[in-house]
Antibody, heavy 118, light 107 residues
């Protein structure tokens, strides 16, 4: 059974930093591209970032480019999102998601809540 | 970047009604479009991939169609358990943008 468990969410002040983690199980982590998707309270889904299966390719939404860094550690079956220069508009539930061989996001974690507030 | 326009933003229909949600992209994406269902308080669930491929376990009252720039999600007979927000997402290339969402309620 595929499981994705996010952690690291917290309350942080504007301008601060946070590192989110996602531990994966139930599949061969190193074979799959992974994504971060976020959802602000009461709002829609926003795609944030992806990292290819081999870690060589990363993409970011314009709203986080230059501030967020996605990475992975296949030895720990873990996905990360380093978030710097946080803004109030980054407040959201952050989901990690697994891409299938057909390129769609079939499996999602339960999310971890990031609140940026002074 | 390709823009996504999903409509309507909300709808209210009776049980048994046929419901249609549309998603339009500003440039062609072939059939690289997915539909997700998010029941309030729950994690998004993949319903349809490749514009029209129903995921295993998804009721057959859900269907998807379209290619290029215009796509449709149809619920042939709305059920109470279908109350949710539905999102389209393009995945042909990054950024893998979501539509704005359509909130479906029972009248």
């Amino acid at each position: 059974e595929v499981q994705l468990v996010e952690s690291g969410g917290a309350v942080v002040q504007p301008g601060g930093s946070l590192r989110l983690s996602c531990v994966a199980s139930g599949f061969t982590f190193e074979d799959y591209t992974m994504h971060w998707v976020r959802q602000a309270p009461g709002k829609g889904l926003q795609w944030v970032s992806l990292i290819s299966w081999n870690g060589r390719t990363t993409y970011y939404a314009d709203s986080v480019k230059g501030r967020f860094t996605i990475s992975r550690d296949d030895s720990k079956n873990s996905l990360y999102l380093q978030m710097n220069s946080l803004r109030t508009e980054d407040t959201a539930l952050y989901y990690c998601a697994k891409e299938t061989a057909q390129l769609v996001l079939e499996y999602w974690g339960q999310g971890t809540l990031v609140t940026v507030s002074s | 970047d390709i823009q996504m326009t999903q409509s309507p933003s909300s709808l209210s229909a009776s049980v048994g009604d046929r419901v249609t949600i549309t998603c339009r992209t500003s440039r062609g994406i072939a059939n690289f479009l997915a539909w997700f269902q998010q029941i309030p308080g729950k994690v998004p669930k993949l319903l349809i991939s490749a514009a029209s491929t129903l995921q295993s376990g998804v009721p057959s009252r859900f269907s998807g169609s379209g290619s290029g720039t215009d796509f449709t999600l149809t619920i042939s007979s709305l059920q109470p358990e279908d109350v949710a927000t539905y999102y389209c997402q393009k995945y042909n290339s990054a950024p893998q943008t979501f539509g704005q969402g359509t909130k479906v309620e029972i009248k």
